[in-house]
């Protein structure tokens, strides 16, 4: 017999209606949401594990849409090293900050896919994992420093590496066009790696195969390469034109900003977290600077891709996955999102952008139940997503935080 699980007096955010639906009841069966009604009690509770909430707020689990889960750096660390730090911040992300879900953007030796299988088969208790193994770039590209960059050269070197990628079990490939802000001095954001031949041959067989490419592109003429060759979604976009953002419309692709990468500095931080952040990151002079010279055009296009109604996710692209997460829901209020349009692009859209839309992402039945309950109201103010109370992942309490 399945668990049945009725939380009533609930709040609900659905990221389907908009606002709170105050009064809800919701059901659980098994790893799946049964019924959810609008003010008044469930239909059948006997046998059931009741849960009243209390008025508190019940919303679909977290996610991040870009996700490395290396931290703290260790240099030169072992392959089972790095499994048990991945392992020990997915964890922690799920219990203690409530994101279910996380759709990787590089990991090294497919540590993410041997995570996934743990976690989607039971034996470990984690987030769902959408994964890419490793980091493609070229020699000479960008986060070679990382431990997660695989570089590759000349078209049959990234056929051959994204076929084996296939094989391994990744669910989609990352690839990197640009070089990026935190890297060394030959690792500028608005140099282009690629040669032409080698992202065609790229593109090429991520289509043949079936496989999305999540492209890593950070200026103008690189999102509108991949955009033109079909990426599934751009990561960072920190300098773009308008024939940028109707490329995306045109294309139907998603824009993923993570703002914690230029936002995240000493003389930005306000929040308390983030001044905590940045205190613990302690990223060296030059980074700081690179990150506040290229701010203000990186959030101008995050607010004009917004109002252009392009398709967007949340991700944030800093470590550890908890802290960056939740920082990230915080820069998209302060540069311009509602906090209901940043709730649904950590939720709906964030699921959405990771291929797994149709049963994650809302509370609606028939969908898995990976769902957060927390006390104060988030469309009030977002940092309430940090009064975490319960999560759920596939139906099952893995975190109480009420006593
Ligand atoms: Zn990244």
Not at 117 to 124: E, H, I, K, N, Y
Request: charged share 20%; hydrophobic share 45%; with cysteine.
């Amino acid at each position: 017999m399945t668990e049945r699980t009725v939380l009533t007096n609930a709040n609900l955010f659905d990221a389907v209606r908009p606002g709170i639906i105050p009064g809800a009841t919701v059901t659980l069966d098994g790893e799946r949401i049964a019924e959810v009604r609008d003010g008044g009690g469930a239909r059948a509770t006997s046998g059931a594990r009741v849960i009243d909430l209390r008025g508190a707020y019940l919303l679909p689990g977290l996610w991040d849409a870009h996700v490395h889960l290396e931290w703290p750096r260790v240099p030169q660390a072992s392959v089972p090293e790095l499994t048990a730090q991945y392992l020990a911040n997915a964890q922690r992300a799920l219990v203690e900050g409530g994101i279910t879900g996380m759709r990787m953007a590089g990991a090294p030796h497919f540590i993410d896919v041997a995570l996934k299988r743990a976690f989607d088969s039971g034996q470990l208790v984690g987030p769902r994992l959408v994964t890419c193994g490793w980091f493609l770039t070229t020699t000479g590209g960008h986060a070679l420093g990382t431990g997660f960059a695989l570089p590759c050269d000349g078209p049959l070197g990234f056929v051959r590496t994204i076929r084996e990628h296939i094989q391994a079990g990744v669910d989609h490939i990352k690839l990197n066009l640009t070089g990026g802000i935190m890297g060394p001095a030959w690792d500028r954001h608005t140099d282009t790696f690629f040669t032409p031949d080698e992202i065609e041959a790229a593109f090429a067989i991520c289509h043949q195969r079936g496989f999305k490419v999540m492209a890593h592109a950070a200026s103008p003429a690189a999102v509108k390469a991949a955009l033109r060759l079909g990426a599934h979604s751009v990561e960072h976009g920190y300098v773009m034109d308008e024939e940028c953002l109707a490329l995306f419309r045109a294309r139907d692709a998603w824009y993923v900003p993570t703002l914690g990468i230029t936002h995240l500095t000493p003389s930005q931080a306000t929040s308390r977290w983030e001044k905590q952040w940045v205190e613990q990151r302690g990223l060296t002079p030059d980074l700081v600077a690179r990150a506040e010279a290229a701010v203000d055009e990186h959030r101008t296009w995050f607010r004009r891709a917004l109002t252009a109604g392009v398709k967007m996710a949340c991700g944030s692209d800093v470590r550890p996955v908890r802290e960056g997460a939740l920082l990230e829901l915080g820069l998209w209020v302060k540069s311009g999102a509602t906090p209901e349009q940043t709730l649904r692009a950590a939720t709906r859209y964030a699921a959405e952008v990771s291929g797994v839309g149709d049963q994650l992402g809302t509370i609606e039945a028939g969908k898995l139940a990976d769902l957060i309950v927390v006390r104060d109201n988030p469309l009030d103010d977002i940092e309430a997503v940090r009064s975490l109370e319960l999560v759920f992942k596939g139906g099952r309490l893995v975190a109480d935080h009420r006593a």
